[in-house]
């Protein structure tokens, strides 16, 4: 997911400090997630298992 984020984030020039590009936690995301109460982290493959984005929410 962490490429997938920091793709998208090149590809509109956003790849600068301040952003998520630059999160020391972006390649840890399900790990985060798991441990924050309340929260829910799902990822999106395709059909050839490939991850293609995810949904994140904490309530």
Known sequence: ME???Q???ESFNLNIPGTAYF???LGNLAQ???ETLH???WVA???QGE???VVLNKV
């Open 51 to 53: 991850v293609v984005g």
């Open 3 to 5: 490429q997938i984020i």
């Open 32 to 34: 985060f997630y798991k």
């Open 45 to 47: 493959v395709n059909e």
């Open 23 to 25: 999160d020391p936690q």
């Open 7 to 9: 793709r998208s984030l």
């Open 39 to 41: 929260a829910k982290y």
